[in-house]
């Protein structure tokens, strides 16, 4: 129990804030909240996985315990750099408390502002948010994609090696690129390392609790640049009308409401469901931004489009034909070619990403 509870808290909430706690200054001071704050960490946190399991997945096929020490060392570092950095800033600044106070007084400031009926609209908007995760904890669905994804997992996790058994005969094979260069299935199988949770019961129970709420953090930032920080009415109406689509988004097999909340779990539903929402609340900052201060959000953005590579092997392919379909659009508007090329360097990543698997398949 105790190494569960270290475990879940060390990598889904000290790592991802210290570490969000580095791009702080690219938000700016005035909007970066703790959600611009935890969204910034867990996305940086999956693209340093994916670079590190990458090549100890060609290098070491049983390097399972190499790629959890290195992860967690590098996670680790990461935590404590946003950490220092915070704290010398508060030491030229003032008491390292002034900045979580500062949140608390303005998150009590907003509540003490709501009107009876908004505060019911939350309620009930968190209501449903919670329904959906006590529907996905209770009624974990199987699907057959699970039988390779989830396996590869388990495998990794009790054998140490890394994508070198078939997971439908145990049996021996060769590296398969297509689907072994997306490691979001190692991540399940180093957070169970790290929790000492079986990997299916990460997949199928521990993930949904992280993940939905993540995305609807997602929808919650997006939500505020839409109506402008308007907590009284529009906003909550905003987040339940995006739950009752969820909930009720169950019209075929191939919907992002089905991917959402039953195959949680698995890559393709984080890259549709998480990794496009926080392209789109990164390039709506970014075109915001007709000064330098922007480069930090660009470094973001790379990062984004390393987490989206995680998920699965189109994510770098789709992650930056949106990137580019945004940016010329963008670019032509407000007659900004600069403004393009900025955003197609930021999906080298992409690029380089999408040649190894051509090189290698």
Request: proline fraction near 3%; hydrophobic fraction near 55%.
């Amino acid at each position: 129990m105790i190494q569960k509870a270290l475990g879940f808290g060390f990598l889904f909430v000290i790592a991802p804030l210290c570490t969000g706690l580095l791009w702080r200054g690219a938000w700016g001071e005035r909007k970066c909240g703790a959600a611009r704050l935890y969204l910034s960490g867990i996305l940086t946190q999956f693209a340093v996985f994916q670079l590190i399991a990458v090549p100890v997945m060609i290098c070491l096929p049983h390097g399972m315990d190499e790629l959890v020490l290195l992860a967690s060392g590098a996670l680790a570092l990461l935590s404590a750099a946003g950490a220092v950095l915070y704290l010398l800033r508060a030491g030229r600044d003032g008491s390292a408390w002034a900045v979580p106070r500062a949140y608390v007084r303005e998150c009590r400031e907003r509540l003490a502002g709501l009107s009876r009926e908004a505060r019911i609209y939350w309620l009930f908007a968190a209501a449903l948010i919670g329904f959906q995760l006590y529907m996905s904890y209770t009624r974990a669905m199987f699907d057959g994609d699970d039988s390779y994804y989830v396996v590869q997992s388990v495998l990794a996790d009790q054998t140490g090696v890394l994508n070198r058994i078939r997971p439908y005969t145990g049996l021996s094979t060769g590296l398969d690129v297509r689907h072994a260069f997306a490691s979001l299935p190692l991540w399940e199988a180093y957070v169970a390392r790290m929790t000492g949770i079986h990997a299916a019961i990460v997949a199928h129970t521990l993930l949904p609790l992280v993940l939905i709420p993540l995305t609807y953090l997602c929808y919650y930032l997006i939500g505020t640049k839409l109506f402008e920080g308007d907590l009284t009415g529009k906003l909550p109406f905003f987040m339940i009308l995006v739950s009752v689509l969820q909930i009720w988004g169950n019209t075929s097999i191939y919907t992002n409401a089905t991917f959402f909340l039953m195959r949680t779990r698995q890559g393709k539903s984080v890259m549709a469901n998480l990794v496009l929402l926080a392209l789109l609340l990164l390039l709506w900052e970014i075109l915001e931004r007709r000064d330098q201060k922007k480069w930090g959000l660009l470094c973001l953005l790379v990062i984004t489009n390393i987490a989206a590579a995680m998920m699965t092997s189109m994510g770098a392919f789709l992650a930056a034909m949106f990137i580019g379909i945004a940016g010329l659009a963008a670019a032509v508007r407000l007659k900004r070619l600069s403004l393009l090329v900025q955003l197609g360097v930021c999906c080298i990543p992409n690029v380089v990403y999408l040649g190894l698997l051509l090189v290698m398949g």
